[in-house]
């Protein structure tokens, strides 16, 4: 008996199909059996099927004589599953890599629940992705419901983290559909359950399941990447056909009717009903304009026919007390005042910049106060990176230089170091302190409205040692610089007057990328600090949070994104997987780029992988110099964070299983893979090889590391942040260090050109 029957209707779907029974069949859990039904589909899906069925024993196909629709088509294929649980995937969406996996995982946990809950991705033709918004629910963290929000009473469900419907009612705010679940069949058939022929089949389905499952489980990981096609999509479909909602919801009263230990679930269900019914209504590519007046009327009569005693009617579902022509009146009055709205804060945010520039034009009639340093870091998000090491050695050894920073919103200043002072960006007091300093220091640009005045000193750090292209470079590779103004960021750039290296090949980078009349300065890296001399114990604090036992090997897999795809997370590497492989005594982290930390990337698996303790997800970690302090050894592909990591001398691997179409892409200021600072995979299994044979911190390794910190540490030494505060904000003469003059054969290869060398003048 398979743990899963994959249940897939077809009809006019040959474009897709084959990439959705790929997707099934090549999971890398295989305990499956798929049973696909040929809906009498007039084009090749059926010859398709038939291929997949010769090719696979798992494959079962039936082909119906006749169009029954989705619902009965799912119907037929129902008493032909033999595995625990029923999967109903429909032909055009497909599952994500390792998906039945997770999903087989989480069933083991929870005991074999009645149903399990997962997350979807939402995939457009035009190739973004867009992770359900809900996703907080089936982590558990969904905000509290308030009192009388229309669910029953009910508690928790007996089983290792389960739940009912009325224990956790927020469930039910999710997509109301039947393929982002899996169902216990001995529960499906055991209460009989069955789809409807008609339009939102899965209507009928779901509220009936969900509220007679006994115990669900949520599985907070993107299983389904649900494809937005541009035209064909039935629900899109302008047609009469869209009445059938009606009866749908009046199979999921009449079933509520059958239970009276349902019948709390009334006032939610009414609700829910007129919600959806409006909702349809008002989309305009569903009904005929000329029947909108009839459905409005059906809806209407059915929410009276179902509408509890003493329910009081509220919202949007109050319309559907009236009349239609006050439906009408309502929305045109809607779309009016939202319109003012628009044009009410376009005025508003006119006369604001209008008062803005009056206000930032008075201050800046005062002179500079030369003991006024802003800071800004990561786009204003907080006290982070060189800026934050910069101020940290400022307020130590130059207390009399005001420090403050600007932060993007409240939540972030909520989240600051008791003391810190803080602006808004763009508030008034914001206005007052970028008018008055003396100093700026960030590391990106500041925003365009800021004008620099005579006198005043910008100090821009950049963020790490260069390996990907930059500013003017990108202008070739509009991949990576899609949505970027190259121009723009360059008249930004204009404004610096010192530009902060930690070696050689940045200096060269930087005056190739941003050519901008600022002045190298070879002071190291400011945040490297605290990674070129390190405290005893550095690292402890950040393994003791996460619970990571001290005698176990800490592995950070750092990846980063890509520009070859959109939305740039590209999984190159099962982390469940990789930590498997690193076997016992082993903890392994992972710290996504940024970038992806509230894309879809979390969501396809790391982030239900540290809740279950498989890996340490230290995405979130504000300070990334704790992670790399607690890290015996890091994995990365192409992250700057190699060149920081390489300041403690320890073991870095470099993972280039796509390496031709990362520089295709975005372009590289020399070969990682020929000079790296370590062991170099280009598979997964290399660097599963590496690892067990120890070959990663082998002598070899330690030579190639030796190499790479004698030319990209060069100048941290410790005393980064020290330099910055004593030479560039209170003007000491520049003290010696290990900074040589500039070598005549320093060079940074073209990407593509070797004979495109960038030489020091």
């Not at 409005?296 to 579902?317: I, L, N, Q, Y």
């Not at 006024?372 to 060189?386: C, E, K, M, P, T």
Request: charge should be neutral; aromatic fraction near 8%; include cysteine.
């Amino acid at each position: 008996m398979p743990r899963f029957s994959v249940i897939v209707p077809c009809f006019k779907v040959q474009g897709f199909l084959r990439e959705c029974l790929d997707s099934v069949l090549e999971q890398s859990f295989e305990d499956l059996e798929l049973i696909a039904v040929d809906d009498c589909s007039p084009d090749g899906s059926g010859a398709i099927l038939d291929e997949y069925a010769a090719r696979d024993p798992r494959v079962t196909v039936l082909h119906l004589p006749e169009n029954v629709g989705l619902g009965r088509a799912r119907n037929a294929g129902m008493p032909h599953a033999t595995g625990d649980y029923l999967f109903f995937l429909d032909s055009d969406d497909t599952l994500t890599p390792g998906a039945l996996r997770a999903v087989a995982d989480r069933l083991a946990e929870a005991g074999d629940p009645d149903v399990l809950v997962f997350d979807y991705a939402r995939t457009y033709w035009w190739g973004g992705t867009r992770r359900n918004v809900l996703a907080h629910v089936l982590a558990g963290g969904g905000p509290p419901r308030p009192d009388g929000a229309g669910a029953p009473a009910g508690g928790a469900a007996g089983g290792a983290d389960t739940f009912t419907a009325a224990g956790r009612p927020e469930i039910l705010d999710l997509l109301m559909v039947v393929w982002n679940k899996v169902y216990r069949r001995d529960f499906v058939t055991g209460h009989g359950f069955r789809f409807p022929p008609g339009y939102y089949e899965d209507t009928p389905w779901t509220f009936p399941v969900m509220l007679s499952a006994g115990r669900i489980a949520a599985l907070d990981r993107i299983c389904v990447n649900y494809r937005q096609r541009r035209q064909g999509s039935i629900l899109s479909t302008t047609s009469r056909k869209h009445f059938d909602v009606h009866d749908q919801y009046a199979r999921v009263f009449a079933f509520v009717d059958r239970h009276p230990d349902l019948w709390d679930w009334r006032p939610y269900l009414h609700r829910k009903m007129g919600e959806h019914c409006l909702d349809i209504l008002a989309k305009p590519d569903r009904l005929p304009p000329a029947d909108k007046a009839e459905f409005f009327r059906r809806t209407a009569e059915m929410f009276r026919a179902h509408k509890p005693e003493g329910v009081r009617v509220d919202g949007e579902t109050a319309l559907l007390e009236g009349s239609y022509a006050r439906y009408r009146l309502s929305r045109q009055a809607g779309r009016a005042g939202r319109e003012a709205a628009r044009r009410a804060a376009q005025a508003r945010r006119a006369a604001g910049a209008r008062a803005r520039r009056g206000f930032a034009a008075l201050h800046a009639c005062r002179p500079l106060d030369p003991h006024l340093v802003v800071y800004s870091a990561s786009s204003h998000r907080g006290v982070l990176g060189d800026p934050a090491a910069v101020y940290r050695k400022a307020r130590e050894i130059a207390p009399q230089l005001r420090g403050v920073w600007v932060v993007r919103d409240e939540e972030t200043a909520a989240r600051l170091p008791p003391g810190v002072e803080w602006v808004r960006v763009d508030s008034r007091r914001y206005l007052e302190v970028t008018a008055r300093a003396a100093f700026f220091v960030n590391d990106v640009n500041w925003p365009g409205s800021l004008a620099k005045r005579p006198g005043s000193v910008h100090i821009h750090t950049h963020r790490g040692t260069p390996l990907k292209y930059a500013g003017a470079d990108l202008r070739d590779k509009p991949g990576a610089r899609l949505g970027l103004d190259v121009p723009q960021m360059l008249r930004r750039a204009d404004r610096w007057d010192y530009s902060l290296v930690a070696n050689r090949h940045s200096e060269l980078v930087w005056e190739r990328a941003y050519p901008c009349h600022f002045t190298s300065v070879r002071t190291g890296s400011p945040r490297n600090d605290v990674l070129a001399v390190p405290a005893e114990g550095a690292g402890s604090a950040f393994r003791l949070r996460h619970g990571i036992p001290e005698d176990h090997t800490v592995v950070l897999y750092a990846p980063t994104r890509r520009d070859y795809r959109r939305g740039g997370h590209v999984e190159r590497i099962d982390p469940a997987r990789f930590a498997a492989d690193l076997g016992a005594g082993h903890t392994l982290v992972v710290r996504l780029h940024p970038t992806l930390a509230q894309g879809p990337a979390r969501g396809m698996g790391l982030s239900e992988l540290a809740r279950r303790g498989i890996v340490v997800d230290a995405t979130d970690e504000p300070h990334v110099e704790e992670v790399l302090l607690a890290a015996d050894a890091l994995v990365t592909d192409y992250s700057s964070l190699m060149f920081d990591y390489a300041n403690l001398d320890r073991p870095i691997v470099v993972h280039a299983d796509d390496w031709a179409a990362f520089t295709a892409s975005r372009g590289a200021y020399l070969d990682i893979t020929a000079e790296a600072p370590g062991r170099v995979s280009r598979s997964y299994p290399e660097l599963v090889s590496l690892f067990a044979s120890g070959a990663w911190r082998d002598e070899g390794a330690a030579r190639a590391r030796a190499e790479f910190r004698a030319r990209f540490c060069e100048f941290d030494d410790g005393r980064a942040a020290e330099r910055v505060v004593r030479t560039l904000l209170l003007g000491e003469p520049a003290a010696g260090g290990p900074h040589g003059a500039g070598s005549a054969d320093a060079h940074i290869p073209g990407q593509t050109v070797t004979g495109d060398l960038l030489t020091p003048m």
